[in-house]
């Protein structure tokens, strides 16, 4: 608590701030905001991550040896996320442009057109330069909410943050309930399945710091899951059309329903033909997950011109995408004259390797439930690392299916120690460390110094035990 306590006071002088400063500013301390100041702001945020994390590494041993009580890893959740309510957006000012989005969907303004520039006011002007004149890749939900949101602050961008952390606090609770019965319903341990996804220093930090949107379409998805592995498919194909309204990504969770739908058939013993009414189930979830997006497309008053604003991710460029790292590697040692050349070849071919990868993860983790679980892990994993843009947050949709998906001890060392660069690739005030050298140095050995640490004192600890009454 200690540590995200001292993230958010940092953050005042060191985060994504409002252009008028923000609270450090209105109490008086706009010393706080540059030079010796922020230097001290900066100091506090990395002292706060140092205990979150520590705080998380204590507890890992217990969670995956199965002796964490679940309400333990609940605690540590809500104890390490609350702190945040007051702050200021952290690591990303990602949380300025969805308010924006949801101005200029108030004002009639098509997001999916322009960018926020077309729609001057309090809420434009805390959208990042490089941003101004960027389209969203959102779906209609996204902006739905963030049209909400601006509506309940009545102007004010920063009472807008507070509401819509309000939200993502909700949905990462929901996220954490949802965890533990996915779990207990697969017979994997809802401690270390909460530890690992809603207690990481990466869902604190850029979920309940970064007031990331991926939490939204998340939820939704887990959500599904949990639907699905109860038979009541209607309602999971409405959890997948609110998902996928919210964000694209959704939409590789969809297919693997079938396989849980199918598995669950075949273990009823009153079902004569399996196969053809878990066909039928998921045709008819398709159906209510279509009928969802289309009325939310309805709503939203935009139409679908958010399909084609999906490419604007292909103007982020860092090395989290394996095919912009490629293209960085390729265009050094050839020295071949045109960068852009070369990272427009090397998307294409992430995006083939992608495709197949996809359809292949799905086919090979069709035999039962917990396949299909890993698969779903497995596909997510493929899609941070083969798509044209990363960042850190992106990790949550793994990070949420990973204890699901019953890793063995060397992944979930790789995973622990991915953590770590992870959080320290981008700064408290949204900027990134990738092109330094020496950050990117430091953060290396960091996240291969904790993976050492985690390897002995994780040894004789093998996969998630069972979930355990209480």
């Not at 969770?253 to 075949?266: C, D, E, G, K, N």
Request: a positive charge.
């Amino acid at each position: 608590m200690l540590g995200s306590a001292l993230l958010t006071l940092g953050g005042f002088g060191a985060g994504a701030l409002p252009v008028d400063g923000g609270p450090a500013v209105a109490v008086g301390l706009l010393g706080f905001t540059f030079g010796h100041g922020e230097i001290l702001a900066l100091t506090l945020c990395w002292i706060g991550i140092a205990l979150l994390f520590s705080g998380w590494l204590a507890l890992g041993p217990r969670a995956l040896s199965g002796r964490l009580p679940t309400r333990d890893a609940v605690w540590a959740t809500a104890l390490w996320s609350l702190p945040t309510l007051p702050a200021v957006p952290m690591f990303s000012r990602d949380a300025w442009s969805y308010l924006a989005q949801g101005a200029m969907t108030a004002a009639g303004v098509d997001p999916y057109e322009f960018g926020p520039e077309a729609n001057p006011g309090a809420f434009s002007d805390e959208v990042s330069p490089d941003w101004q004149s960027t389209a969203t890749p959102y779906g209609p939900l996204h902006l739905l909410l963030m049209r909400g949101v601006v509506a309940v602050s009545g102007g004010h961008p920063a009472v807008g943050i507070v509401i819509l952390r309000v939200a993502v606090l909700s949905a990462l609770a929901a996220l954490t309930v949802l965890l533990v019965m996915a779990a207990r319903r697969t017979g994997v341990d809802a401690a270390a399945a909460v530890w690992l996804a809603c207690a990481s220093p990466l869902a604190v930090i850029h979920l309940a710091g970064g007031l990331h949107n991926e939490i939204f379409p998340l939820v939704a998805c887990l959500g599904a899951v949990v639907l699905t592995l109860d038979g009541r498919v209607t309602w999971a194909g409405a959890a997948i059309g609110i998902a996928v309204a919210f964000k694209a990504t959704a939409v590789i969770v969809a297919p693997f329903l079938l396989w849980i739908t199918l598995s669950r058939r075949r273990d009823d013993p009153a079902v004569a033909r399996p196969t053809l009414r878990a066909l039928g189930d998921t045709a008819l979830a398709a159906a209510v997950a279509m009928a969802v997006l289309g009325l939310t497309t309805l709503g939203s008053g935009t139409g679908v011109g958010w399909f084609d604003a999906i490419a604007v991710s292909d103007r982020v460029i860092n090395y989290l995408s394996a095919p912009t790292a490629a293209a960085h590697l390729i265009h050094a040692v050839t020295d071949s004259p045109g960068f852009e050349d070369v990272l427009a070849v090397a998307r294409q071919v992430g995006r083939v390797v992608l495709a197949v990868a996809l359809v292949a993860v799905w086919w090979l983790h069709r035999r039962d439930r917990r396949t299909a679980l890993r698969g779903i892990m497995l596909a997510l994993l493929a899609f941070v690392v083969l798509n044209s843009l990363a960042w850190p947050w992106y990790y949550v949709w793994v990070a949420a299916f990973w204890v699901l998906a019953r890793p063995g001890p060397r992944a979930t060392t790789a995973a622990v120690g991915t953590t770590v660069f992870l959080v320290m690739a981008i700064g408290p005030n949204g900027s990134t460390s990738l092109y330094s050298p020496v950050l990117s140095g430091v953060a290396v050995l960091a996240s291969l110094a904790v993976a050492g640490w985690w390897w002995r004192a994780t040894s004789g600890i093998r996969t998630p035990s069972p979930e355990r009454a209480g």
